[in-house]
């Protein structure tokens, strides 16, 4: 027997998966103007983000550049972990290292070592000048400028600046402003009354924050930085927690016994912020709710991806939109907080908007962002127009690196649930994003939200038909792309 009422309730008992596709969003009473509508919103339970824009933890979509230039527009990238442990790690350190207020963990020499050493030193780190310190005392600076043209046999203490100009360790954004500015140095050390390095200013990121002001930054100043996990590398986790702010358990399937037992463990071990996922229906969040200690948030929606195939090769699946839902009311019913992060299928802010209206805090987007320069996908030309290769982490080339095989079930490891091809390419991601925010201001504009959480509110959907879906899209118009003779 199938279940005590039968095979025929399998039927009636079940709910129609809806799709992006099939939903359209009500215009409703409005009050806000596009312009006033307020995008921040959580991550993840302890990280908050300015826009709700989230990269896929892709081997095309996010790397370091990506995850840079993301969370400096105001979203998160989630660096993808088909690497090496040590890769990864250095990913995310390249991230927590972009830019800070103040740098506490500064890369420093001894005066004692050579001008040829210091130089590679600058080189590997990518900047400018290095603090000279005996033991913790600060005895000088080194600047590109001093090593340039200097023998690299010499040593530091030779070339150093000695009159280095400091600041006292709590020295505030403003105060550092003015004595940069006064001395016309770029690079400020901050000491301790005993002439200990505890820190280093730079104009660099002072100059980056004010050109940045809506990024998403921790509480350093440093920019926020996610990164994918597999439930059963707990040495990656562990190595990965020491840098990044979120980490995002990255299996198809999440609602599985061994994964949770191997979270459990991670949750145990690590404090970071960690992400779990993918689920997709009401039972998998409340069990993931009632069963798993210290989660902070829900990655959501299997199968919807644009270069998934799992819904076609298996049958198993959970639409992002259907998937939202049934998250969204658990974490109600439960009186939880945890943030939703809507996962696959989003082809434009419309589909945002509609994710976020049924519950969730954040979208997550791989074939959009794939389509930028920051992604690392290779950008190849077709019929004199500009792609950047795109591919699914179940694709078979992205399986063949065998790094992350373990995000498919055990039998499925010889089954592709991918494919590979490729995205139009659109220039720098701050293209694709104010295109997104722009569409999303726009719809929660319609919808009368000033905030997601409104939004929440607010937004009422409706279902359409597939011939609804054509009239939807500009018809009985010959477009200029789809016009014979264009340029
Ligand atoms: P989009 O629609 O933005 O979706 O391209 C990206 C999301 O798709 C998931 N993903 C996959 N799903 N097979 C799958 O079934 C795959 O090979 C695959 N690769 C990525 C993932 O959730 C991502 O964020």
New binding site residues.
């Given amino acids: 027997m199938a279940s005590d009422k039968g095979f025929r309730a399998k039927f009636r008992d079940s709910d129609v998966a809806v799709t992006f596709r099939d939903l359209i969003l009500l215009p409703g009473w409005t009050e806000v103007e596009p312009s006033q509508v307020e995008m921040s919103t959580q991550a993840s339970l302890n990280h908050s983000i300015n826009i709700p824009f989230i990269s ?3 081997d095309t979509v996010t790397e370091s550049d990506m995850a840079i230039s993301l969370a400096r527009l105001g979203g998160l990238g989630v660096l993808h972990r088909n690497c090496t442990i040590e890769e990864e790690a250095e990913m995310a350190r390249k991230v927590k290292r972009a830019e800070s207020l103040i740098i506490k963990d500064v890369i420093t020499i001894s005066p004692s070592e050579t001008v040829k050493y210091a130089t590679e030193l600058m080189q590997k780190h990518n900047i400018s000048g290095l603090p000279v310190v005996q033991g913790e005392h600060l005895v000088g600076i080194l600047t590109g400028r001093d090593v340039r043209f200097a023998d690299p046999s010499l040593l530091t203490s030779d070339v150093m600046t000695k009159k280095v100009i400091t600041a006292p360790a709590d020295t505030d954004i403003e105060g550092a402003k003015e004595i940069l500015h006064k001395h016309r140095v770029e690079k400020l050390p901050l000491i301790d009354k005993e002439g200990r390095l505890r820190g280093l200013m730079t104009i660099k990121d002072i100059l980056l924050r004010g050109r940045f002001p809506n990024a998403a930054r921790d509480e350093k100043g440093q920019l926020l930085c996610g990164a994918a996990v597999s439930p059963f590398d707990l040495k990656r986790a562990k190595k990965l927690s020491e840098f990044a702010d979120i980490l995002v358990i990255d299996v ?1 399937h999440f609602h599985n016994a061994n994964v949770f037992a191997a979270t459990k463990k991670i949750l145990e071990e690590v404090e970071t912020d960690v992400i779990v996922g ?1 689920i997709g229906t009401y039972s998998a969040a409340e069990d993931i709710l009632t069963k798993l200690d210290g989660v902070a948030g829900f ?1 959501v ?10 819904m076609e090769a298996t049958k198993a699946g959970s639409p992002t939109v259907y998937a939202t839902a049934q998250v969204a009311d658990a974490v109600r019913t439960y009186g939880s907080k945890l943030p939703i992060i809507a ?4 082809r434009g802010p419309g589909d945002a908007a509609v994710a976020l209206s049924l519950g969730a805090s954040s979208v ?5 962002f ?1 389509r930028s320069k920051e992604a690392p996908g290779t950008l190849i030309t077709i019929g004199g127009r500009y792609y950047k290769q ?1 591919r ?4 078979p080339s ?1 399986m063949a690196k065998r790094l992350a095989t373990d995000r498919y079930a055990q039998p499925s490891k010889g089954l592709p ?3 590979e091809g490729w995205v139009p390419y659109k220039g720098e991601v701050s293209v694709v994003t104010q295109e997104l925010v722009a569409g999303l201001q726009a719809s929660m504009g319609y919808s009368g939200a000033r905030t997601i959480h409104e939004l929440w509110e607010k937004a009422r959907l409706a279902g359409i038909t597939n011939s609804g879906a054509e009239e939807a899209r500009p018809h009985d118009v010959l477009l200029p792309s789809e016009h014979p003779d264009r340029v």
Avoid at 343 to 346: A, M, V
Avoid at 364 to 368: E, Q, R
Wanted: aromatic content about 2%; glycine content about 26%; hydrophobic content about 35%.
């Fill in positions: 896929s933890p892709m198809a993918s990655r929606g299997i199968g919807s991806g644009s270069i998934c195939t799992t996962d696959g299928g989003i997550m987007m791989g074939n959009l794939a795109y699914g982490m179940g694709s992205a649930e991918g494919v």
